[in-house]
């Protein structure tokens, strides 16, 4: 048996969708895209939304609209995919690490306000797995010191932690609609907000930095289009838009069934000799994206292909990403330097954690995991 580490639950209502917007005038950024925008915002509960081809070049245009450029800090953690940290790379920053909590594997708020400094603009902290970080934390502490917040919510759509949600604490919170995630477009990601300047701008540089798009001048007479800003190419466009559109009433029902799933693993896997689970804290609600275990560092790269033989497909989220060969060569990174996010890097294992999966599957998995335990 093959049990496949990732399967989407896209069917015949996402494909009747995409159908109808093959048949439509509007292939780029048009209806589709705003009517997906109002209803993320809406399922969210934050005023505005932007559709972008990815959340890599979400998190890239919010910095640059937030300002951050040559030279300027942001604090993020390096217990994430490398996206995060490239963005404020690629926007001129500095991605400045701080080490994560043992319990969560997110970024430790305990130790964000040590690594501020006069250059340090924004902090970006990443809600590993769907665990939402301390967001009511890390909003004093970023007004504390006159910094942009922004939240990579990659994997954290349905989330909330003390009646906070993504995008409602933050300047703005950035999703993946990536093939893998639990909204899932193959490509795509999105930016939500609750500033309306920032929404604007957003808008603008996800198109050149055009003041019209494709959309607004299909209607009325011909209008001349301006570029205002430096923008780049990143938005998202109505066969993506029709792909999600569908999704949206169902995150409710397709997040139960990953709790129920995720709940049979923890029940099966608590309490086994070298295995252990993540620690939610009280009052939040997980948005259930990967499920990880840890296991010893000396024996993960052989449990990983001893489980990979069993036919349980399994992956590894993530090697701590300040030891990558870029991290190291640009920034002299060495090992040491995060303990704790090392140490859920060279132990965390991830495993199938999908809607569709059947329940002579799970206890597939659960069976695997013990035998390569042994
Ligand atoms: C935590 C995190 N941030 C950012 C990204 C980048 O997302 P995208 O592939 O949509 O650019 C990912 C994608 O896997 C991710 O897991």
Not at 56 to 75: C, F, Q
Request: aromatic letters at 8%; hydrophobic letters at 40%; charged letters at 20%.
């Amino acid at each position: 048996m093959k049990v496949e580490f990732y399967r989407h639950a896209l069917g015949e209502e996402e494909i009747a969708s995409v159908v109808e917007t093959l048949h439509s005038v509007f292939l780029t950024a048009g209806p589709k895209t705003r009517a997906f925008e109002a209803a993320f915002a809406e399922y969210l509960g934050v005023r505005r939304v932007v559709g972008v081809s990815s959340c890599t070049s979400a998190l890239l245009l919010t910095l640059r609209a937030l300002n951050v450029g040559p030279g300027d800090e942001v604090i993020t953690t390096p217990m994430t995919f490398i996206a995060t940290a490239n963005a404020i790379i690629e926007a001129g920053g500095v991605p400045v690490f701080v080490d994560v909590e043992a319990a969560t594997g997110n970024l430790d708020a305990e130790r964000v306000e040590a690594a501020i400094t006069p250059r340090t603009r924004a902090i970006l902290p990443v809600h590993l797995y769907g665990q939402m970080c301390d967001m009511r934390r890390l909003r004093v502490i970023a007004d504390r010191h006159g910094l942009a917040l922004v939240e990579d919510a990659a994997h954290c759509v349905e989330g909330e932690r003390d009646g906070v949600r993504p995008g409602q604490l933050s300047d703005a919170a950035c999703f993946s609609f990536y093939a893998t995630k639990n909204l899932c477009a193959g490509e795509g990601g999105a930016v939500a907000t609750d500033r309306d300047e920032l929404a604007e701008r957003l808008f603008l540089c996800r198109s050149h930095g055009m003041d019209k798009g494709a959309a607004d001048r299909y209607h009325g007479r011909y209008q001349h289009w301006d570029m205002v800003c430096l923008g780049q190419k990143a938005n998202m466009f109505d066969i993506q838009a029709a792909l999600l559109l569908p999704q949206i009433p169902k995150i409710f029902r397709h997040w139960q069934r990953r709790c129920e799933i995720a709940a049979k693993y923890e029940s099966a896997f608590t309490g086994l000799p070298g295995l252990e689970l993540h620690r939610l804290p009280q009052g939040s609600r997980h948005a259930r994206h990967l499920f990880t275990i840890q296991v010893p560092a000396a024996t993960r790269d052989g449990f990983l292909g001893r489980l990979q033989a069993l036919g349980v497909g399994c992956t590894v989220n993530y090697r701590a990403i300040h030891l990558l060969t870029y991290y190291q060569q640009r920034f002299g990174f060495q090992r040491g330097t995060f303990p704790v996010a090392e140490a859920i890097g060279d132990r965390t294992v991830s495993l199938p954690l999908w809607v569709g999966l059947q329940e002579h599957e799970i206890r597939h998995v659960i069976d695997g995991v013990r035998a390569c335990l042994e």
